[in-house]
């Protein structure tokens, strides 16, 4: 398997444009989760998604951010407006559950994540 | 609120010298327990992970972690480090409860010097 696979790996854009990127996590996987990480921060969950159903995105940071997840093997996140502080590496992850019973799974594997985005706003 | 919290942000070591980083949670419930490494530039990879049985797991490049249930801890051990331990590390848990959120310590920057 090719693993995660994120783009752009590299952008560079200019406040107030619109960034999108991308993800494909590994076939098979349901659960999709999107990172922010920055020296200042470290790294912050996002959002997440259950069967390209958002689970939760308390962690979306403003109404500037969206994410979506249209088939179980594409997923989206979108800045717009971008600012300054918006750049940092984005990671996208993905994983399944290890077990499943009924009323939900009860215990999970591991995440793997992507190469991550290096977002640059200037 | 449950909570990871990672005892050290830096350590900086010589090579041969055996590393141990520190790892607590808050949550009485069950856990998943997981320990990442991020090299320089590079995306997050286990290291290992712990569901249940032996408290003490063997991850890969010669790492080791042992749950101790008593104490919520899951410290990180390597009895010796090479330069190229050099990278960040992050402990990680899923409440079981919590359909799969995975919960980030802080991180621990391991300077290995030669």
């Known amino acids: 398997d090719a693993g995660v696979i994120q783009s752009p790996r590299h952008e560079v854009t200019e406040m107030g444009q619109e960034v999108t990127l991308r993800c494909k996590p590994i076939s098979g996987h349901d659960y999709l989760f999107w990172y922010r990480q920055t020296m200042m921060r470290g790294l912050e969950l996002l959002i997440y998604?259950?069967?390209?159903?958002?689970?939760?995105d308390s962690g979306m940071p403003e109404d500037r951010f969206s994410a979506k997840m249209p088939n179980a093997s594409f997923s989206t996140l979108k800045i717009q407006p971008s600012e300054p502080r918006d750049s940092a590496v984005y990671f996208c992850a993905s994983s399944s559950p290890l077990f499943r019973v009924t009323g939900g799974p009860s215990s999970y594997n591991e995440q793997f994540f992507g190469p991550g985005t290096r977002l640059t706003v200037l | 609120a449950q909570s990871v919290s990672q005892h050290n942000h830096h350590v900086i070591l010589s090579e041969a010298a055996s590393l141990e980083l520190g790892c607590n949670y808050s949550?009485?419930?069950?856990?998943?327990l997981f320990w990442y490494v991020q090299y320089p530039g590079q995306h997050l990879q286990l290291l290992l992970k712990?569901?249940?049985?032996?408290?003490l797991v063997k991850g890969i490049k010669g790492f080791e972690a042992e749950f101790i249930k008593s104490k919520f801890s899951f410290n990180l051990r390597k009895p010796s480090v090479q330069w190229s331990d050099t990278a960040e590390y992050f402990c990680a848990v899923i409440l079981t409860d919590s359909w799969g959120k995975l919960q980030f310590g802080a991180g621990t920057q391991v300077v290995v010097t030669p």
């Open positions: 949550y009485g419930g069950t856990v998943n």
């Open positions: 998604f259950n069967n390209n159903v958002p689970i939760d």
């Open positions: 712990y569901f249940s049985g032996d408290p």
